[in-house]
């Protein structure tokens, strides 16, 4: 039975977010052969549109207009609401992320339909819809079927699914936001970057990441030139975090970000549960720590046992000679 799905697409003004190609790959997983959709809105995005068309959607809608150029729960809702109602699909795929989770609850009140949020997996068999989200950071999960009105709208956590890797020749569909500025209810101000001037661990491929174990903020170098070696981002535990020695921004975990990055690399950090939860789903993971019974070995895929002020600077020390440097 053929499936109609419609993605909820983000991007940052110029190219699309990681999460709208997962979104699609996702779809197209689901949907083999049928009908997979973008939904798109902005201002000056028809690049941005012709990116999906060409990496997985058979068809994008984008909405451009003012009301839309900046995140607006309420211009989102409006705008997508009837689109939806033109559409008539059985799923609708969103991302689990602040302006997803933010939109795919009014819209799911206003058209009376069911939503279920933090989804690891989504699946769909003879119209019977499967899925599978966490609960009790990670250590339970929830299998979750909904039968009923459709469509069916799933928040989909990032990293969750394997962007759509083929190539396609989708069309794109322009429509004029009919809304203005001044009929919201909410106004955008202003976009303000936080201490570590827009750090976004959720996109990086690489992470270093600093626990309690290096003892300090005037200790953190030996993790910092590690991250830059490998051309990655610096990330943290709580304990760092809380201690001072970096921004909040920098925090990995359930209080913090979920990230799933190619390479994690875990340095002086135990592997507490609210740790793991936020950074288990990452492609490959290093763990350095001098407790051979740290629970961080559990989950990691290399687990080097050392004092990690000898084993990062000689992993960067390595690196640097194998580039040249
Ligand atoms: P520790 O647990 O103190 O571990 C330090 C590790 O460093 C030890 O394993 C030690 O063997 C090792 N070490 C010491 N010296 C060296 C050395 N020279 N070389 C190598 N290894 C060394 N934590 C998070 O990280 N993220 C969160 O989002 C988060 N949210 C939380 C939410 C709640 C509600 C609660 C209650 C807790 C939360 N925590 C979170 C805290 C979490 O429970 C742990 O306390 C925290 O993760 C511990 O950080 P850590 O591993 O850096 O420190």
Not at 62 to 88: C, M
Not at 98 to 122: E, F, K, S
Not at 244 to 249: A, D, F, M, T, V
Request: glycine share 12%; aromatic share 4%; proline share 4%.
């Amino acid at each position: 039975m053929e499936t109609k799905i419609v993605v909820l697409a983000e991007h940052d003004g110029k190219v699309s977010r990681e999460i709208s190609l997962e979104l699609l790959g996702l779809a197209r997983r689901i949907n083999e052969g049928g009908e997979v959709k973008a939904l798109l809105l902005g201002n000056g995005i028809e690049s941005v549109a012709e990116e999906l068309a060409s990496r997985g959607a058979a068809e994008v809608i984008y909405v451009e207009g003012e009301a839309v150029e900046n995140y607006n729960v309420d211009a989102y809702r409006k705008s997508i609401e009837p689109i939806l109602n033109d559409e008539t699909p059985d799923l609708v795929l969103i991302g689990h992320t602040p302006n997803g989770w933010d939109v795919a609850a009014p819209l799911a009140a206003r058209l009376g339909v069911p939503l279920v949020t933090g989804c690891a997996q989504v699946t769909m068999s003879e119209g019977r819809a499967l899925l599978t989200r966490k609960a009790f950071n990670g250590k339970f999960v929830h299998q979750v079927e909904v039968t009923g009105a459709r469509p069916l709208m799933a928040t989909v956590d990032k990293g969750a699914s394997a962007p759509f890797e083929g190539k396609s020749s989708g069309t794109v569909r322009k429509i004029e936001s009919p809304l203005s500025i001044e009929e919201l209810r909410a106004s955008y101000i202003e976009t303000r970057t936080g201490e570590s001037g827009g750090l976004d661990l959720r996109e990086a491929d690489v992470i270093v990441s600093a626990g309690r174990g290096v003892g300090g903020p005037d200790k953190l170098g030996v993790v910092r030139e590690l991250a830059e070696a490998l051309g990655g981002q610096l990330g943290a535990s709580r304990a760092v975090t809380d201690a001072g020695w970096l921004p909040h921004e920098h925090q990995i975990g359930s209080s913090g970000v979920s990230v799933s990055p190619k390479l994690y690399v875990a340095c002086g950090i135990s592997g507490a549960i609210q740790h793991v939860v936020g950074m288990k789903g990452s492609g490959y993971i290093v763990a350095i720590n001098k407790d051979p019974d740290a629970p961080i070995f559990g989950v990691a895929h290399v687990g080097v046992v050392g004092d990690l002020f000898e084993i990062a600077p000689a992993l960067t020390k390595a690196l640097r000679e194998a580039k040249g440097k």
